[in-house]
């Protein structure tokens, strides 16, 4: 049998990336937030050039350093415009208006200053104040989840965070957010839980994800996720873990090895003489001259096969799975008259199986169909995994995926029937 050890090493390696902040998800920067806000160094208070604002005015010993900040910062001295403010900062008896553009005024230098601690209690003053829109007030609490994020105080970017998913469910941002805080702080089952609860996981979700299990032990949850990813994400490094994972599960049956090798194939990993002069031994064993005639000729195609100390052995293969095909040729009418009257499903099903792959597709699926309703055969769960096979080669998708989806049991044809079904949506 074939080694795989090495096809799924990259998928390791993937998995341990390093999921420290900003390293796995591309999300907004905060100075876009802030640009989206109408902070930008010419005009750190969108849509304010004067001390009068919403009809109200500010006192003098506010207004006139209130002005002055506002032109440090929008000349780039945001140092200095928060010094400046400090001077509003004695001024007594100031009303909720006063209050508010100082602090937004302070929030915009501030952040351009880098000065977290100042910009993050100027936002959440500016945020309680009542004065923003609902949509301008989800705007200020996801920059200042951001700003907290920057500060590295986590527990403050999460609630906050969470305040702004509570008023868009949708923001994705937010939640890649919170599940980095929760991975990178080692709350791995909180982290898992998030991911759990969402849809459309990115391909660095389901990595996480995956990641996540790994550590924990969770060789079903692996799995599962690794299934999505393979379906959704299709790399050869997911799929030969996932094969190599169903070939050594508890109960698969080793009749189910030429099965694990069709998927192989599809999907690109096949890659030593070895394994192609297994797979065209064993679809010669199962009465399927056709199949190995071309996996024989791909392997030819490719340079796998014909070159090397071996190229005699392969030489003899391919003269022997031609002699073979000639005489499934030349006995296949006589061979299905037989199974026909003794209704032997398996024997139907392997000459449908050999009769589709030559290319006799409507022959061979009526074949097929006869076997599957006689509901005989040593395994009738295989039966239906092969039918469905079968009717994807023949071009009939939609009948194939309705096959397949009908595969039980425990042996292994359920999985593989749900990996032919991943493979047929998600090709490689």
């Not at 929008?74 to 007594?92: H, I, Q, Y």
């Not at 001259?289 to 000729?297: M, T, V, W, Y």
């Not at 769960?381 to 039918?387: F, R």
Request: hydrophobic share 40%; proline share 3%; charged share 25%.
């Amino acid at each position: 049998m074939y080694n795989n050890r090495q096809d799924h090493s990259c998928l390791f390696a993937f998995l341990k990336k390093d999921y420290s902040p900003m390293t796995k998800f591309r999300l907004a920067h905060l100075g876009l937030v802030m640009a989206a806000i109408g902070f930008t160094a010419a005009a750190p208070i969108a849509g304010f050039s004067s001390v009068a604002y919403a009809a109200e005015t500010v006192r003098a010993e506010i207004g006139k350093p209130l002005q002055e900040a506002q032109k440090l910062a929008a000349a780039g001295k945001n140092k200095e415009a928060l010094a400046k403010l400090k001077e509003t900062d004695a001024v007594g008896g100031k009303t909720a208006n006063e209050t508010y553009l100082i602090e937004r005024t302070r929030a915009s230098a501030a952040v351009a200053a880098g000065d977290n601690d100042a910009a993050a209690k100027a936002f959440e003053t500016v945020i309680n104040s009542g004065k923003l829109s609902p949509a301008e007030s989800a705007k200020f609490s996801e920059a200042l989840a951001g700003i907290y994020y920057r500060a590295k105080d986590y527990p403050k970017a999460v609630t906050w965070f969470q305040r702004v998913l509570k008023d868009n469910p949708s923001n994705t941002s937010a939640h890649e957010y919170i599940v980095q805080i929760l991975y990178t702080s080692g709350k791995y089952a909180e982290a898992a839980k998030e991911l759990q609860a969402s849809k459309n996981l990115s391909e660095n979700q389901l990595g996480m994800l995956a990641n996540i299990q790994l550590k924990q032990n969770d060789k079903v949850g692996y799995v599962q996720t690794l299934e999505k990813l393979a379906g959704s994400y299709p790399k050869t490094s997911y799929w030969a873990d996932l094969l190599n994972r169903v070939s050594g599960k508890p109960g698969f049956s080793s009749t189910l090895s030429l099965d694990v090798l069709r998927l192989r194939l599809v999907n690109g990993l096949l890659t030593k003489p070895s394994e192609y002069m297994e797979m065209a031994q064993l679809s010669l064993q199962a009465g399927n001259p056709a199949e190995a005639n071309k996996i024989i000729d791909q392997g030819y195609k490719k340079n796998i096969l014909g070159t090397g100390s071996d190229a005699a052995r392969h030489q003899r293969l391919k003269d022997l799975a031609a002699k073979t095909q000639a005489e499934f040729d030349a006995k296949a009418a006589a061979a299905e008259a037989e199974a026909v009257k003794a209704k032997d499903a398996d024997a139907l099903a392997n000459l449908g199986y050999g009769l589709v792959s030559a290319g006799k597709a409507d022959k061979g699926l009526a074949l097929f169909d006869q076997a599957v309703k006689l509901g005989s055969a040593k395994n009738p769960e295989a039966v239906k995994l092969h039918y469905g096979i079968a009717q994807n080669i023949a071009g009939k998708k939609a009948a194939a995926l309705n096959t397949l989806k009908s595969v039980k049991g425990t042996d292994g044809t359920a999985d593989l029937a749900r990996y032919w079904t991943l493979n047929i949506n998600h090709p490689m």
